[in-house]
């Protein structure tokens, strides 16, 4: 039986971080980078869409500079609120501007072993294996492909990966790793053969696209392809900005934030154009590199600034966001894992991102861990709960009970106490016990956390795919493969 999702609405703590007055000047800012400096879009296609609308393109650089105002425009036509939607219909995740859903990440590389505990590269079965944790767990929301089946077809991996997810979860699957027309195609298709036809998956998609710019100011030509495919299938389509100050942006956080805004809103402007009323979403990982070395960083202030302030501008645009929000830098999971997740989860879910990506993996996308996993959907619960407020109100106040107990008494009798005391956190990987219970086991919460992960495999298993779907499925991803 599929996990009852947590997901954070409605919450009673907020964070202002931009004012209206800076909105607008960023704004105004990537206006002028676009107009006057251009971004690149290595697409026929994509050209050919901007010079139907009279932007001005250079063949040969493949740089397109356009008007503010045709920006703005094409901006407005935009589907603001739309379903991603699930195989079970109970776990479809409305993006309305007031949920927080929490996803997986992708795409790693490589895995650390469940059972050696060895880093070893990623296959397709870790997929599977992860896809039918997720479906378990009531704190991941969504299935974002999380590892690269680097044992599939380099041509057809991307299919592998979503098929191995809808075998194995009921949840919403988002994927990245869809970049080339060809895989596109089959991607629709096999999604509108498990939708019951086209219609039915522009009314529940049950497949949303993630592509990633090339920064800086460029776009990926394949990527740019996939995801007009996709829109046109009534799919949901984000572009993911990973500018890094020093490297592919400026070094301040303010000038990352313009270039990377410049890099969404223009693929933005392109997916409008070319189909009007198109469900996109913002997506957004910036960072820093490292002053040291110029290498990723993966976490640290600067990561948690921008996880609140790019929420705030998505919503300048109307637009959901996705923001990459655990995937912390450290090698390991320890307590840099711990303080660089709580923080950038708790920056982003205050700004009220729409989806947050990351749970799992380690430096900074790269390894994934079960055990991590799972401790950063104890991270989500903290402050899934945290969100929640303070309720004041006759009840909760307990003048009666306080009245009743008096100076020096108990409240573990109290029916008060009865009523409310399963309110109260419980954790499943902190350690509360004592200290000489401590120091006899030797264990922590990364041994319960992987323990775990073992139990669900053993035990859970998740809602089959029809037979006759997983055949079509095969079919297509076969016939891809035999050119």
Known sequence: MSSTIKSISNPKLHLDILSESDLEKLHQATLKIIEQTGVRFPSKRALEIWKQHGAQVDEATQIVKVKGEMIEEALKLGNPVYPLAARDPQQDLLLDDNHVYLGTDGCGVQVKDLQSGEVRTSVLQDVRDIARIVDDLPEIAFNWVPVSAQDCPPETRGLHEIKAIWENSTKHVQTESIYSLSEAKAAVEMATILAGGSEALRERPLLSIMQCTAPPLGQDGGSLDAALVAAEAGLPVGFMTMTSCLTTA????????????????????????????????????????????????????EDF????????????????????????GAKQPNWQAGIENSLSTFMASVSMSDMLLGAGLLHGSRIFSFEQLLMDCEIFDIVYQMMKGIEINDETLALDTVHAVGPGGNYLAQKHTRRHMREIWLPKYF???????????????????????????????P?????????????????????
């Open 250 to 301: 400026p070094a301040t956080l303010a000038g990352n934030l313009v270039v990377g805004n410049a890099e969404v809103i223009s693929a933005a402007a392109l997916i409008q154009l070319a189909y009007p009323g198109s469900s996109f979403f913002y997506a957004a990982a910036q960072t820093a590199s490292d002053p040291r070395t110029g290498s990723y960083t993966g976490g640290g202030p």
């Open 431 to 461: 350690d509360r016990r004592t200290y000489e219970e401590w120091a006899e086991k030797n264990d922590d919460g990364r041994d319960w956390a992987r323990e775990k992960a073992k139990e669900i495999l053993r035990s859970h298993t």
């Open 305 to 328: 600034l921008f996880g609140a302030a790019t929420n705030v501008i998505a919503n300048y645009y109307n637009m959901p966001l996705s923001m990459g929000s655990f995937a912390t």
């Open 463 to 483: 809602e089959p795919l029809d037979p006759k779907i997983i055949s079509e499925f095969d079919r297509i991803i076969s016939a891809l493969e035999k050119g």
